[in-house]
């Protein structure tokens, strides 16, 4: 089906593990953006690509990794996990950088 | 970072009541798009405003712009179960969308 996927939708994991969470999408859009979802802060921007081998920080990039080897995916790896990265994560596409953004349905993670 | 502020945080109605939420700035945007977001998903856009003092209309949704592109508000009339979601306001802000913090919104029957 056409569209945005994110897995895993659900993930436990323990702090100083590696996790990476993946994101799929289906349209060839040109942007990717990884977000993050929490209470009290909203939407925050952890890296966005504007292509293939192109990435960039967003406002929270500490402690995440990005890479995007192809246009259709876009992984976000927590190189070693920490408890105030227990979040939702949502990855988002879209045609241009300040265009419409579509969302996958998210990554809840947590972090014990 | 441009902020965007939205008042109220939570709003509990009745279903049939008018409502209003805000979405403010000190910048100026070039654009200010609102999403929806529902328990368990992704948001979902509703629209985009471009033009200072553009006002657009979705079903029983009105969006405006401010004539200075600084704010924006979303009424909502008569509002139903359905319309019971986050919303959310997010600015062309440089190299991505800077995002509000949202308005909760509950309608009960």
């Known amino acids: 089906d056409a569209g945005i996927t994110q897995s895993p939708r659900y993930k436990i994991t323990e702090t100083g593990r590696q996790v990476t969470l993946m994101c799929h999408q289906t349209w060839s859009h040109s942007y990717m953006f990884w977000y993050r979802q929490d209470l009290g802060h909203g939407l925050r921007l952890i890296y966005y690509?504007?292509?293939?081998?192109?990435?960039d920080k967003g406002e929270v990039p500490d402690g995440y990794v990005v890479s995007r080897s192809k246009t259709e995916n876009f992984p976000l790896t927590l190189e070693s996990a920490t408890r105030s990265q227990t979040s939702v994560y949502f990855c988002?596409?879209?045609?241009?950088?300040?265009?419409?953004?579509?969302f996958g349905e998210g990554s809840r993670l947590t972090v014990l | 970072t441009q902020l965007l502020e939205q008042s109220p945080q939570f709003l509990s109605i009745q279903e049939g009541e008018n409502l209003t939420v805000y979405c403010n700035s000190s910048s100026v945007f070039s654009s200010l798009q609102w999403y929806r977001q529902e328990p368990g998903e992704g948001p979902v856009l509703l629209v985009t405003?471009?033009?200072?003092?553009e006002v657009k209309k979705l079903k029983r949704l009105t969006f405006q712009f401010g004539d200075a592109r600084k704010d924006s508000s979303l009424h909502i009339t008569a509002a139903q179960p359905g319309d019971t979601g986050l919303y959310l306001c997010a600015g062309a802000a440089g190299y991505a969308l800077n995002f509000g913090k949202g308005t909760s919104l509950l309608v009960t029957p």
């Open positions: 988002a596409s879209s045609v241009r950088n300040t265009g419409e953004l579509f």
């Open positions: 405003v471009v033009t200072g003092g």
């Open positions: 690509s504007a292509a293939a081998d192109i990435t």
